[in-house]
């Protein structure tokens, strides 16, 4: 099994591009999370999902959008990337039964 | 809306030392607790979870941590440090709802000098 996969691993973009980020999980787990990780604060929630077409918002969601189509999938889509978003997204899924988290390997963006 | 803190975004000692790595959150009802290490580069890696079994919980590499209720800790400790324990851990609480989802503390830097 290869857990929690993440595309792209490094990403550069210029303020108002778009992007999206992948997320794939072969666990068959119902939820799916996503995260951005900045010095000195932790991990901070942008948005998960609770089962296949269901999304809903977290602590820091605003400039995200996010899309689960199918259940292995979670996306992270940023409409028009500001420097703010410059961060390390990562992604985390769980069996709904359970509070353990299982994490990517971490996308690292930089918006110039 | 809970809250995790953690003392100490940095922690230095020797290999062999002890280590301690402080976690206190706020909550109403007793959480489900859980501590994470990232190595440099990487993603989130469970050590060890708390969910209302026993109070002392014993994870992987030698870690351990005990919930103490009237304290709202969750100190991590390790007897004695090795090279190889050097990381970022983050002290996590989720209580259980919808999305079971889980709140991070800042994350302390555990540094260990030969």
């Known amino acids: 099994n290869a857990g929690v996969t993440q595309t792209p691993k490094f990403r550069v973009l210029k303020t108002g591009q778009s992007m999206t980020l992948l997320c794939a999980q072969d666990?068959?787990?119902?939820?799916m999370y996503w995260y951005r990780q900045d010095p000195g604060m932790g991990l901070r929630l942008i948005h998960y999902?609770?089962?296949?077409?269901?999304?809903a918002k977290g602590e820091v969601p605003d400039g995200y959008n996010v899309s689960r189509l199918k259940k292995q999938n979670f996306l992270l889509g940023l409409e028009s990337a500001a420097p703010s978003q410059t961060s390390v997204y990562f992604c985390?899924?769980?069996?709904?039964?359970?509070?353990?988290?299982?994490f990517g390997p971490g996308t690292r963006l930089t918006v110039l | 809306a809970q809250s995790v803190t953690q003392l100490g975004s940095h922690v230095s000692v020797s290999e062999g030392a002890l280590v301690l790595l402080r976690c206190n959150y706020s909550?109403?009802?007793?959480?489900?607790l859980f501590w994470y290490v990232q190595y440099p580069n990487q993603g989130l890696q469970l050590l060890l979870k708390y969910t209302s079994a026993a109070t002392l919980v014993k994870g992987i590499n030698g870690f351990e941590a005990e919930f103490k209720k009237s304290e709202t800790s969750f100190h991590l400790t390790k007897p004695s440090a090795h090279m190889s324990d050097a990381a970022e851990y983050f002290c996590a609480v989720s209580e259980k709802n919808a999305g079971n989802m889980l709140t991070f503390g800042g994350g302390t830097r555990l540094m260990v000098k030969p």
């Open positions: 909550s109403s009802v007793p959480p489900y």
């Open positions: 999902s609770v089962g296949e077409g269901t999304t």
């Open positions: 666990m068959n787990h119902e939820y």
């Open positions: 985390a899924s769980s069996y709904y039964e359970s509070n353990e988290q299982f």
